[in-house]
C-alpha cells in the first residue's frame, strides 16, 4: 500500500497547473479536505450498511484498489478508532451554541444573503448560522437566549438602512463572545 505521505508528495509535485508558491499551502489544505471528506462519505455509505469485513470486502467500490479497502475498513473497524469515533460525538453533543450552516463558509453565505449589495450584519449572519434548517428554531436553549436578547436588547441597526456589520454596546458580539 502506498503511504499516504507519498501520495501528498505526488500530488504537490504534478505540474499540470502553474501555481504560485502562495497557493501551494491553499491546495495542499484543499485537497486534504476533499480527500478526508471523501473517505468520511465512504465511511457513511459502506460501514452503516455493511458491518462486517466480510461483507465490506464483497462489497468494496470498484474504483478502489483492494489494498487501499483493506487498509481503509481494517482502521475503520479498529478499536482505536471506534474509541476516537466515540469521543467526538461525544465531545460534539457537549457543544454549547452549535454551528448549524453546514460546510458553507460564512463568505459565501453573506454573499448569497447580501441584498442589493448590502451584506447582511453579524446578527443576521448569527441567527443564519445558529437555527436549525427546518423548522427555523435555535438547536438548543443558549442559541435561542442569546438571539432572543439581541432582538430584545433594543439592537435596531439589523433593521435600520444603510446595514452594515455592527456591534452595539448592548449586542451579545460587543460581550467578547465570538460567534465565528
Not at 50 to 67: E, V, W
Request: hydrophobic residues 30%; aromatic residues 8%; glycine residues 4%.
Amino acid at each position: 500500500m502506498i503511504g499516504e505521505h507519498l501520495i501528498k508528495k505526488k500530488l504537490v509535485e504534478f505540474k499540470k497547473f502553474s501555481i504560485p508558491i502562495r497557493g501551494e499551502e491553499f491546495i495542499k489544505k484543499s485537497i486534504e479536505k476533499k480527500r478526508k471528506d471523501y473517505k468520511c462519505d465512504l465511511k457513511t455509505m459502506y460501514v452503516t450498511k455493511y458491518k462486517t469485513k466480510d461483507a465490506l470486502m464483497k462489497n468494496r467500490p470498484s474504483h478502489i484498489p483492494m489494498d487501499q479497502w483493506i487498509g481503509l475498513t481494517s482502521y475503520w473497524l479498529s478499536d482505536k478508532a471506534k474509541k476516537r469515533s466515540q469521543a467526538n460525538r461525544i465531545s460534539r453533543a457537549k457543544q454549547k451554541m452549535p454551528h448549524t450552516g453546514g460546510s458553507k463558509s460564512i463568505a459565501t453565505l453573506m454573499n448569497e444573503k447580501a441584498i442589493d449589495g448590502i451584506e447582511p450584519t453579524r446578527e443576521e449572519v448569527y441567527i443564519l448560522t445558529h437555527t436549525m434548517r427546518k423548522d427555523g428554531k435555535p438547536p438548543d436553549e443558549e442559541s435561542s437566549n442569546t438571539i432572543v436578547h439581541d432582538a430584545n436588547s433594543g439592537n435596531k441597526q439589523a433593521t435600520q438602512a444603510p446595514r452594515m456589520p455592527s456591534v452595539t454596546s448592548s449586542s451579545f458580539f460587543s460581550q467578547g463572545q465570538t460567534a465565528f
